[in-house]
């Protein structure tokens, strides 16, 4: 069993800063990766960041490239999104996911997962 538990979601004004974390348990040491997925209202999930375990490698969709950093700590099995120059469009409920070795599909689609966090919210305020 992995569980998986967000924190650090809240109100921001546009252009400010927030970090969201993703902390794991149970069986984590055995994902290959984590990754940032984030819904909003009548939206569908949307891929965000993933960073692997091993190496850090790390991947963000166009909408967030340059804007937001994800990183881990291995030692807590935690990982972090950094997201700076916050906007409007970038409300939405921010969930973290657990990818194992054996997980089909790939890291920019919900199919690839194996764990979902329970998420948290960010709003950004115009």
């Known amino acids: 069993q992995v569980l998986l538990v967000e924190s650090g979601g809240g109100l921001v004004q546009a252009g400010g800063s927030l970090r969201v974390s993703c902390a794991g348990s149970?069986?984590?040491?055995?994902?290959?990766?984590l990754g940032w997925f984030r819904q909003a209202p009548g939206k569908e999930r949307e891929f965000v960041a993933y960073?692997?375990?091993?190496?850090?490698?790390?991947y963000y969709s166009d909408s967030v490239k340059g804007r937001f950093t994800i990183s881990r700590d291995n030692a807590k099995n935690t990982v972090y999104l950094q997201m700076n120059s916050l906007k409007p469009d970038d409300t939405a409920v921010y969930y973290c996911?657990?990818?194992?070795?054996?997980?089909?599909?790939?890291?920019?689609?919900?199919?690839?997962?194996?764990?979902w966090g329970q998420g948290t919210q960010v709003t950004v305020s115009s």
């Open positions: 149970g069986r984590t040491f055995s994902s290959s990766g």
């Open positions: 996911a657990a990818r194992s070795p054996y997980s089909g599909g790939t890291y920019y689609n919900t199919g690839g997962y194996d764990y």
């Open positions: 960073i692997r375990w091993s190496g850090g490698i790390t």
